[in-house]
């Protein structure tokens, strides 16, 4: 998941850091100056990691933001003690403090403590104020010669965004890292007092009216923090978020579904007739093609994740959420790793690192898997489309389908609530009681920037092929072995699966599912998207005669009664099926046990609750 | 003399800062300083969440949400 160019030690390349306030464009810098993607997003605390790339002979290293030298919580001072290592490393040739122009007072008492301790230690030292696109914007033009005077140090004005002076001051690095020795700061200050004085002075003479800035976002926070306006409009975000994966998705899912089937029908008709075409019918058109038809669906999410996190809402519903959330022992801070969990869990656990409390960090973290990520997505879809009859109210507004969708999210995210409401309950959590108070700086609101967006978009579509892809090949083909042989005339019940599957079977009779259904969630163990390919491949054994029918048709023929499908959904909404999430919580925590008793935990979970929707609605 | 804190500060209204309580401890009270709570500034509520959620104001050109117990640890000048 790191795009780390490790650094060749014999040939010693020599780091630039980039480092400065949370929010003022570092990763978006970074990127611009290494062509990577790193994630860039509109609200503090999106960088967690240290990310390197090169640029030429440099190595560029993108920093976690901070706020201060002064660490607050544990996060913070693992992200400090980077800025220390980075001072004393001979291989650190330049630090580069990325200040925001729109607020240069803030970026100023870090930037000047930063140049303080560079020059104690002797290393090369500019600033580089970033957004000035926002600057001009309001007709402020920032005196770059004075301000550098009075800083005693270089300073770079650019926009990471407009790529204003980002070629000039791509082209002077390799100079200044060359002589960074000239640039070791000349002034600095060395009180804590002088630092935050200093930095109203220079803001006051340099920066431009904050007035002006604000008076614009106070415009849209009126309507969007009022009190219940904005309480509504935050669930119909929320609502039309969810709606939309479903709705805007299906024209685009319905194209890939019969692309799919007319390649399976022109291959499948060139070939000659025998075990090969059945092959090549039923593992891959059925099985891997199955779940390419869920590609869409994860990129709509993906966009519309993306739209959120760089308009600058998402702070603000931090912030609404903050109360509400506190209820349940968790803080405002988990509502952004809770709402990209809907996108993958993997980095939203990570994100939780930006929650200075231990405990609700802890219990945040615990909770994240409960969100429906897009591995959900395909399971989700496809029992839908089986149970759940076609139905537009609204004049197409509000569609059936796509409420039941929303009522799967919002189970997974209540079932999340309920169980940290238990954890901070229990004595489980206890063995710390501080409590870090809730302090979120609300960053402007913003136009999204397209090109890291539809990168996104693209990305997950990327991502979510290449994860699943081979998975689902590799199970489709053994499961068709299983299945088709001994002797394929048989039918599936006499083959070596059939053979397996009577043995499996009593585990899922209560849940009023066959053994086919039962292989299929046992193989979703090791992808959740592998239940719907798994069923591909084996309804294409049995069918295969037929014509290519949709997977949806063949299990409503097939005759899967209602309530053990909205069991199967409920299982899906709980169950932890994903093996790198396990690995990532594990990491995070530095528990086997915690990582371990999740899996064995909700599994149980899922089990029971969708055993008591079986029987409740049969 | 018992001051005002940003917490009673109603919104839309404005005062001047004019310090920490002594009860904090030193990480959170430079934390705070740094985020721009510094004696002399102005402060400006902007919101004021329901049932005790958290404030927000307007400081030093940002605007910052803080809960009830960074707010009553604010001493103010209305
Ligand atoms: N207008 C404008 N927006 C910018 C500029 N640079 C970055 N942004 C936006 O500012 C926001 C924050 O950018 P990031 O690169 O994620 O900030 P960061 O410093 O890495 O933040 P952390 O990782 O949280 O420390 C994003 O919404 C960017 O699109 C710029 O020059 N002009
Ligand atoms: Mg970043």
Redesign the interface.
């Known amino acids: 998941m790191s795009s780390t160019v490790s650094v060749n030690s014999s040939r010693a390349q020599q780091k630039v850091v980039l480092i400065g306030r949370p929010n003022s464009g570092k990763s978006l810098l970074f990127n611009q100056l290494t062509g990577l993607q790193q994630k860039v997003a509109n609200f503090p605390g999106v960088t967690v990691e240290l990310k390197s790339g090169s640029m030429k002979e440099l190595t560029i290293v993108d920093f976690p933001g901070t706020?201060?030298l002064?660490?607050?919580s544990q996060d913070e001072q693992v992200a400090i003690d980077a800025i220390y290592q980075a001072l004393d490393s001979d291989e650190t040739g330049l630090i580069v403090c990325v200040l925001d122009a729109?607020?240069?007072?803030?970026s100023l008492?870090?930037g000047l403590q930063v140049q303080a301790l560079a020059k104690k230690h002797n290393k090369g030292f500019v600033f580089a104020i970033n957004m000035i696109d926002d600057a001009l914007r309001f007709g402020h033009e920032i005196d770059v010669k004075g301000l550098s005077e009075e800083l005693g140090s270089p300073v770079f004005a650019l926009s990471a965004k407009t790529l204003i002076g980002i070629s000039e001051f791509q082209q002077a690095l390799p100079d200044l890292v060359k002589n960074n020795q000239d640039c070791i700061p000349s002034r600095v200050s060395e009180s804590?007092d002088d630092v935050?004085n200093r930095s109203?002075q220079l803001?006051n003479h340099f920066?431009m009216n904050?007035n002006v800035?604000?008076k614009q976002?106070?415009r849209i926070?009126q309507f969007l923090?009022h009190?219940w306006l904005g309480g509504l409009a935050f669930m119909t975000i929320m609502f039309l978020l969810f709606q939309s994966i479903f709705t805007w998705a299906a024209p685009l899912m319905d194209a890939v579904e019969s692309g799919i089937g007319l390649m399976a029908g022109a291959v499948t008709s060139i070939l000659p007739e025998g075990i090969f075409n059945d092959f090549l019918n039923d593992a891959i058109f059925g099985g891997v093609g199955s779940f390419l038809v869920f590609v869409p669906q994860i990129m709509v999410l993906t966009f519309i994740i993306g739209l959120l996190e760089d308009s600058g809402y998402l702070?603000r519903a931090a912030?609404?959420c903050?109360?509400p959330l506190s209820f349940f022992g968790l803080s405002?801070r988990s509502f952004i790793p809770y709402l990209s969990g809907h996108a993958c869990a993997i980095p939203a656990i990570m994100a939780a690192r930006t929650i200075e409390s231990p405990r609700k960090r802890l219990i945040t973290m615990m909770t994240i898997p409960l969100m429906s990520c897009s591995a959900r997505l395909p399971v989700y879809a496809l029992l839908i489309a089986v149970f759940i009859p076609h139905q537009q109210y609204l004049g197409g507004l509000v569609n059936l389908q796509g409420m039941v969708f929303f009522c799967l999210y919002m189970m997974g995210i209540v079932t999340a609530l309920i169980v940290s409401l238990v954890m901070n309950k229990t004595q489980f959590a206890q063995n710390d009681k501080s409590?870090m108070?809730?302090?979120?700086?609300?960053p402007s609101y913003r136009l999204p920037h397209w090109k890291p967006l539809m990168y996104r978009v693209l990305n997950s579509a990327k991502y979510f092929i290449k994860r699943a892809a081979p998975v689902i090949f590799m199970v489709a083909v053994v499961i068709w072995f299983l299945g088709y042989f001994p002797v394929h005339e048989g039918g599936l019940e006499n083959s070596y699966l059939g053979f397996i599957g009577h043995y499996i079977e009593p585990v899922f009779a209560p849940l009023g599912i066959d053994w086919r259904y039962g292989v299929a969630i046992l193989m979703s163990f090791l992808a959740r998207e592998v239940f719907v390919g798994t069923l591909g491949t084996l309804f294409g054994i049995q069918g295969a005669d037929e014509n290519i029918a949709g997977l949806a048709e063949n299990i409503q023929h097939d005759g899967l009664a209602f309530g053990a499908g909205m069991g199967l959904l409920v299982f899906y909404v709980i169950a932890l099926q994903c093996v790198a999430t396990v690995a990532t919580i594990r990491a995070e925590t530095g528990s086997h046990k915690i990582a371990w008793g999740l899996v064995a935990g909700y599994g149980a979970l899922a089990y029971l609750m969708a055993f008591l929707v079986y029987n409740v609605l049969s | 003399m018992l001051h005002d804190t940003v917490w009673e500060l109603p919104t839309k209204k404005v005062a001047e800062i004019v310090g920490l309580q002594s009860g904090l401890s030193d990480a959170m009270s430079n934390r705070l300083k740094e985020m721009g709570f510094c004696g002399g500034e102005s402060i400006r509520c902007i919101k004021q969440c329901p049932f005790n959620g958290p404030k927000v104001v307007e400081l030093g050109g940002a605007i910052l949400s803080i809960d009830k117990e960074i707010a009553q640890n604010i001493k103010i000048k209305m």
């Open positions: 706020y201060s002064h660490s607050f729109s607020r240069l007072e803030r008492v870090f804590h935050i109203r803001a920066g904050a800035v604000l976002q106070n926070d923090l009190n702070a912030l609404i903050h109360k405002g409590e108070p809730f302090i979120l700086e609300l």
